[in-house]
């Protein structure tokens, strides 16, 4: 298909003025619609705000809490007791045990409570059998030996206890 040739009889100041309205019109066909801005608005904020609360994360709050994550050991001393037991000879039960903490300082302020740590801890262990401290019943002594220790050393917090030692006998 072949072209038709423009008007050349066209002057400079017509040549201007077509191309001033071709400018007016491309404009106008440019122009964005207030809603579609403010969505645009909405979603470049939010990104910011994600962006920013990620790096204040993990600046800030990330780097406070690995800095306290220092793990410290408390070692109970060697308990031996007699556990529960239908057999007349019994059964007896030897084992050492950790309190893990945070802080070193608190741990002068756990060995002042050790007598009645020591205490609830054979309290516990007596009331036991055998099957009682086989598979699971291990970590349920766990985590009653925990609950027991901190209400204790309360406003210290114990976090784990460790078994170094289990052996019965």
């Given at each position: 298909m072949a072209?038709?040739?423009?008007?050349?009889?066209?002057t400079?100041?017509?040549?201007?003025?077509?191309?001033?309205?071709?400018?007016?019109?491309?404009?106008?066909?440019k122009k964005i619609p207030p809603?579609?801005?403010l969505v645009n608005t909405i979603i470049f904020v939010i990104l910011l705000l994600c962006v920013g609360g990620w790096f204040f994360y993990g600046l800030f709050i990330e780097n406070n809490e690995t800095q306290h994550e220092t793990n410290y050991y408390v070692s109970i001393p060697e308990v031996v007791v007699n556990l529960r037991s239908i057999n007349p000879k019994g059964n007896i039960l030897r084992a050492t045990f950790n309190l893990q903490i945070h802080k070193k300082e608190e741990?002068?302020?756990?060995?002042?409570?050790m007598p009645v740590i020591l205490d609830q801890l054979l309290s516990y262990l007596r009331d036991q059998s055998?099957?009682?401290l086989e598979g699971p019943g291990l970590e349920r002594m766990r985590e009653a030996l925990l609950?027991?220790?901190?209400?204790?050393?309360?406003?210290?917090?114990?976090?784990?206890?460790?078994?170094?030692n289990f052996l019965i006998q």
């Open positions: 072209h038709e040739p423009k008007n050349v009889d066209v400079g100041d017509e040549l201007k003025t077509q191309t001033d309205q071709q400018i007016q019109n491309s404009k106008q066909k809603r579609v801005l741990e002068a302020k756990i060995k002042e409570y055998v099957s009682d609950l027991r220790i901190n209400n204790i050393v309360r406003p210290i917090r114990i976090n784990r206890i460790t078994i170094y």
